[in-house]
Structures are given as structure tokens and as C-alpha cells.
């Protein structure tokens, strides 16, 4: 390889000898200039130091092949892993993934879209923060970029949402404990952030409701997204003092669920179905550690992989066509039962 430094796209076209917008059409596609000056451009970058901005590029497309992944939290290990899956089906599909994540601010948020807005990206994925969001700034953006949302809805909001039924997952991990021992209590923050943990506390009503039991609620304070700090720190309190109305304790969420079972462990309490435990602990969401916890998690394990899959496919079939959908679709997935060590 040369040693000469290529600055710019002009530079790197007079070295070729061709014009800057042939070799922009080159790089948006290669297929679409002449096979001898594709030839000639791929040459030149064996020979010289050079790779272009593709953020400038962006700026002179009309539609680049960008699609932006906006997370509320990436070191919340539930949403890396279905960012993880979602960036690998958007690559498969021959599209650029641009990860951002919202650090649980809306602020972040609005400044992750407005990012996005910059570089004119083909289309989004949008897991929003929820009650926090700045819902009417979000549905301006994606007046403006086709927009898919998951995780969590913001009504009217985005081209489609594609979540899990919390009614039914709920009631099938209610049921369950019901079944084979002692009706849960529901362990929850008494403010929450996320709209599905509103949808979940419905959920519980309902099911336990159904099955001719008293619904029990623990709520507790804390806010932000420090769930485990959460759950160990006010469980420990609970425990401590006798203050749990029941033995066995539904959470909201799994991380919750992995405070309170380090809370329970602080105080000597041993978890799960044996005959030597006292407690059952279970969860909501099938948290990438929830199988290395100690007991191992008892939980609802969410689709991630359809609601990813559709969401994808659903802005990749609106920029193939090049419209936007007629009608907002909305579409649930079923959670499944994961019966672990802990109940």
C-alpha cells in the first residue's frame, strides 16, 4: 500500500482520474458505475490510504443504508442482548446498524434522534424509555423517519410496535406459582419507569383475580434503573423485619428478582422448592444471568427474536417500497414459562 495519505473524495478521485461524483456513486454502489472504472477505483484503493467518510456521504443521499437501533440503557444486559440480535438481522439484510443508547435519560434520547436525524438514515428502531420519554418530540422525528418501536409502546407513535403480551405471560407465570405452592405477592417499584411494569401490575391483578386469590402488591421506593441496588437493598429491609406478606414473591422484572435474591441470601434465607427452603423467588423477562444466578431464576422468557424479527422486517419492507404503512400495526408475542430453581 502506498504510504500517501488520502484526505478527502476529491484527492482520491484525481488519483483516479475520474470525477468526485463517480467515485461517491461507486461507494453508495458499486454496481452502478461502469465495470472499468470499478476496476479502476478498486486499484487505487489497494494502492493508496484511503476510506471514505460515510457520514458525509449520508449527507448527500437522499436514503442511505443506515438503519439507527436506539436502546434505553445498553449496560442493561436485557437490552444488549436484543440489540445484539436485532444489529445482526439488520446486517444480514445488507444495512448498516448505528447502536445508540439513551443512557435511561430523555434528554439522550431526543439527542440519539436528533443524531440520527443528521445523517438521514434509511429508517429506526426505537425501544423508548416509556413514562420518561418526550412523546411528542418522538412522534415528530418519526413523522420525519420511518420508525419502528419495541419493548416499550408509545400510543399512535412510529410505523409499528412489536412488544410481549404482558397479560398473558403474566397470568401463565401467576398460574404457575399458584399451582405449586403458595399465591405470589408482587414485588414492584412503586413509581416505574417502564410502561410494561404498569401493564405487568394490571396483569397480576387480573390473573390472581381469576384464580380466586387476594392480589398482594410490595411496593417499594427507588427510581432510575439501578433494579438490582433496588431489589437487594429494600428486600434486605423487607426479610429483615418480617415484612413480606408471603413466602412466595413474583418481581416485576428479573433484575429485581436478582437483587432480592441476594437480599435473601444476605439474610440467611435459602430459596427455592426444597424442603430446606423457605422462600420462592421468580421473575419477568429471561435476563441473559438469570440462569447463572444462585438458586437459577424461575421466569417469563420474552420472544425476542420475533419482536426483533418483525421489527426489522417491517422497516425494511416500508424502505423497499418506499412508503409508509397505511395503518399503525400493533403486535404482541407470547412469553414462555421458565421453571428454574427458585420456584
Not at 461524483?21 to 453508495?28: D, E
Not at 397479560?167 to 407465570?173: G, N, P, R
Amino acid at each position: 500500500m502506498s504510504e500517501q495519505k488520502v484526505r478527502n473524495m476529491e484527492e482520491f478521485a484525481a488519483l483516479v482520474g475520474v470525477s468526485r461524483p463517480t467515485v461517491s456513486k461507486y461507494f453508495n454502489d458499486p454496481s452502478s458505475v461502469r465495470e472499468k472504472t470499478r476496476k479502476r477505483i478498486e486499484v487505487a484503493l489497494e494502492q493508496h490510504d484511503y476510506r471514505p467518510n460515510i457520514y458525509a456521504i449520508n449527507q448527500n443521499r437522499r436514503q442511505t443504508k443506515t438503519i439507527g437501533l436506539v436502546v434505553p440503557n445498553l449496560t442493561d444486559p436485557f437490552f444488549a442482548a436484543i440489540a445484539r440480535i436485532i444489529e445482526g438481522m439488520i446486517l444480514e439484510a445488507g444495512f448498516n446498524p448505528l447502536l445508540l443508547s439513551s443512557h435511561a435519560g430523555p434528554d439522550q434520547e431526543i439527542s440519539n434522534l436528533d443524531s440520527l436525524r443528521a445523517i438521514k438514515p434509511a429508517g429506526v428502531l426505537l425501544a423508548p424509555l416509556g413514562r420518561a420519554s418526550k412523546v411528542d418530540a418522538i412522534a415528530e422525528f418519526a413523522e420525519q423517519i420511518p420508525t419502528t418501536l419495541f419493548d416499550a409502546n408509545l400510543d399512535g407513535v412510529g410505523e409499528a410496535f412489536f412488544g410481549s403480551d404482558n397479560d398473558q405471560s403474566v397470568a401463565l407465570i401467576v398460574e404457575y406459582l399458584c399451582r405449586s405452592g403458595e399465591p405470589p405477592s408482587f414485588f414492584e417499584l412503586e413509581d416505574p419507569v417502564n410502561p410494561n411494569a404498569i401493564k405487568r401490575r394490571n396483569a397480576y391483578k387480573a390473573a390472581m383475580e381469576r384464580v380466586g386469590r387476594e392480589p398482594l402488591f410490595v411496593r417499594v421506593e427507588g427510581s432510575g434503573w439501578d433494579f438490582e441496588e433496588i431489589g437487594f437493598s429494600r428486600g434486605r429491609e423487607l426479610i429483615s423485619r418480617k415484612q413480606l406478606p408471603t413466602s412466595t414473591v413474583l418481581c416485576s422484572n428479573d433484575r429485581l428478582a436478582i437483587g432480592l435474591l441476594a437480599a435473601a441470601f444476605d439474610q440467611g434465607i435459602s430459596v427455592g422448592i426444597g424442603e430446606d427452603c423457605s422462600m420462592r423467588i421468580a421473575g419477568h423477562d429471561d435476563h441473559p444471568f438469570a440462569r447463572y444466578t444462585c438458586p437459577s431464576l424461575t421466569t417469563i422468557s420474552q420472544d425476542y427474536v420475533a419482536i426483533g424479527q418483525h421489527s426489522v422486517d417491517t422497516i425494511l419492507g416500508i424502505i423497499e417500497r418506499g412508503e409508509r404503512l397505511d395503518q399503525r400495526i400493533v403486535s404482541l408475542f407470547e412469553g414462555r414459562l421458565v421453571m428454574r430453581g427458585s420456584a
